[in-house]
């Protein structure tokens, strides 16, 4: 556990994330919204039970949609730890959101194209993995990044690509998001110390058609003994560990995950967009092409 952090325990909690990356600035997500891609639907009291613990305002709207007309957005009983990590953690990043958009379907593509089409939610992230179907999926990435969305994916937790899960986050034209342990001065304060999280998974892509990207071969080298002809895994990445979290009516510390990073990262990316847009500057879009 972490004497800095500011939740129960001395577990992390979403303010300490904004803190430490981003520290006490006026930005707050203002006019932007954060979708998140989900398989299945939540429990809105969990979300209300974690501000509620932690003693902070949810000032925030969260709309769901079932993108397959079929798949329920909410439920009573459900393991929807995954699901309301997401929402938590990206509202304490940028806690004046316009609205967290939470797209639900059993079918990824019905989720991703439900993203691609509402072009004015400018930052996404998804913390789940599911069968590769590069073909139909590619093509919607490059679509976001041309469209000035930002699409961000968790990398994994189980310290290698391939064991983790290696699709969406070996494609090349979205942001894969690894795990880091950070360590802050004291409860909401400032970034004094970061190393790699050992379970974060990374390493070049699994499928061999998908090769090295432009973007990232100025940086191989011995050090990070990454691939000169494969897309290597993460390209970013944000604390994973020591979390506090709020899901099936209960509330525990201890949790950890790449998960928790990639929604954090829409968080900024929402804030980085409030401030593009007040200066009439185009929205970050894909990262690795800003």
């Given at each position: 556990l972490r004497a800095g952090a500011a939740g129960p325990k001395g577990n992390y909690i979403g303010s300490d994330m904004r803190a430490a990356y981003y520290g006490n600035g006026s930005l707050t997500g203002a006019g932007q919204s954060v979708g998140l891609f989900e398989f299945v639907g939540y429990n809105p009291d969990d979300i209300a039970l974690y501000f509620q613990t932690v003693g902070q305002p949810l000032n925030v709207p969260v709309n769901v949609v079932s993108t397959d007309g079929k798949t329920p957005v909410t439920c009573t009983k459900c393991d929807d730890g995954e699901q309301v990590l997401d929402i938590d953690y990206a509202i304490s990043m940028a806690p004046g959101l316009?609205?967290?958009?939470?797209?639900?379907?059993?079918?990824?593509?019905?989720?991703?194209?439900?993203?691609?089409?509402?072009?004015?939610?400018?930052?996404?992230?998804?913390?789940?993995?599911?069968?590769?179907?590069?073909?139909?999926?590619?093509?919607?990435?490059?679509?976001?990044?041309?469209?000035?969305?930002?699409?961000?994916?968790?990398?994994?937790?189980?310290?290698?690509?391939?064991?983790?899960?290696?699709?969406?986050?070996e494609d090349a034209n979205l942001t894969a998001v690894g795990g880091t342990d950070v360590i802050t001065d004291g409860p909401g304060g400032s970034y004094k110390s970061e190393k790699g999280w050992p379970y974060s998974a990374g390493g070049p892509s699994v499928d061999d058609r998908i090769t090295i990207p432009n973007y990232q071969l100025p940086f191989i080298n011995a050090q990070n003994m990454g691939s000169k002809t494969l897309r290597n895994v993460p390209d970013v990445a944000l604390n994973s560990d020591h979390y506090y979290i709020c899901f099936k009516s209960k509330c525990f510390g201890g949790d950890g995950g790449t998960s928790y990073a990639s929604p954090i990262w829409a968080g900024f990316v929402a804030l980085a967009n409030q401030q593009a847009a007040a200066h009439g500057d185009p929205a970050v879009g894909f990262l690795a092409k800003t």
């Open positions: 316009a609205q967290v958009k939470v797209y639900v379907a059993k079918n990824a593509d019905s989720i991703l194209n439900a993203m691609a089409t509402d072009t004015t939610v400018l930052q996404h992230s998804t913390s789940w993995g599911w069968r590769e179907n590069f073909a139909v999926e590619d093509p919607i990435f490059k679509e976001m990044a041309m469209q000035g969305q930002t699409f961000l994916t968790a990398s994994g937790d189980y310290s290698s690509l391939k064991r983790s899960g290696p699709w969406p986050e």
